[in-house]
T-cell receptor
Framework: DSGVTQTPKHLITATGQRVTLRCSPR?????VYWYQQSLDQGLQFLIQ???????AKGNILERFSAQQFPDLHSELNLSSLELGDSALYFC????????????FGEGSRLTVL | SQELEQSPQSLIVQEGKNLTINCTSS?????LYWYKQKYGEGLIFLMM?????EEKSHEKITAKLDEKKQQSSLHITASQPSHAGIYLC???????????????FGKGTKLSVKP
């Protein structure tokens, strides 16, 4: 158990819909990362927050947004969903903003029909 | 373009055999990270290598970073079914012009160990 909690574990929705994925980092970790994993693209970095502030952006679509709240949990919002958004979405956390030792949650599997 | 290339893509070995997975970067790395993922689960951090020529071991897994810091290998000795999974190498995006602290990953090597 990494200490990172993600909900929901599975989500099935239709094209055009909007979903919110939630992440609680490990106790004491200030940095939260979101990654998307698909068969064709592999594991892609989406966005990072550190202590409530956006720190870095990766390959995140404009239809996606995220935030980190004062209690350090984070949410990833995915809107106007397309079939190609079906993937496993991981949240990871770390103590500081610049470390490669990340603790990953078990992921939220999104299926868009 | 894929910055980290892993080989092989998949590997099936008999229990007890040794194996090696390689990770090659197009640029010199500040840090190279190895993670393991069981199917459909999150990644687990294995090791971090930062210095050229560095070698680290944990139980039966040894990782090395070459002197030029562009290639790393992960070696498993006397493989066991518990070693099965997907092994991914990761590098700091800062090495590729991005913001440090975020990782890019290779596409992974799927390891199966036959009992």
């Amino acid at each position: 158990d990494s200490g990172v909690t993600q909900t929901p574990k599975h989500l099935i929705t239709a094209t055009g819909q909007r979903v919110t994925l939630r992440c609680s980092p490990r106790s004491g970790d200030l940095s939260v990362y979101w990654y998307q994993q698909s068969l064709d693209q592999g594991l892609q970095f989406l966005i990072q927050y550190y202590n409530g502030e956006e720190r870095a952006k990766g390959n995140i679509l404009e239809r996606f947004s995220a935030q980190q709240f004062p209690d350090l949990h984070s949410e990833l919002n995915l809107s106007s969903l397309e079939l190609g958004d079906s993937a496993l979405y991981f949240c990871a956390s770390s103590v500081g903003p610049s470390t490669g030792e990340l603790f990953f949650g078990e992921g939220s599997r999104l299926t868009v029909l | 373009s894929q910055e980290l290339e892993q080989s092989p893509q998949s590997l099936i070995v008999q229990e007890g055999k040794n194996l090696t997975i390689n990770c090659t970067s197009s640029k010199t790395l500040y840090g190279l990270y190895w993670y393991k993922q069981k199917y459909g689960e999150g990644l687990i951090f294995l090791m971090m290598l930062q210095k050229g020529g560095e070698e680290k071991s944990h139980e039966k897994i040894t990782a090395k970073l070459d002197e030029k810091k562009q290639q790393s290998s992960l070696h498993i000795t006397a493989s066991q079914p518990s070693h099965a999974g997907i092994y991914l190498c990761g590098a700091d995006i800062g090495d590729y012009g991005g913001s440090q602290g975020n990782l890019i990953f290779g596409k992974g090597t799927k390891l199966s160990v036959k009992p």
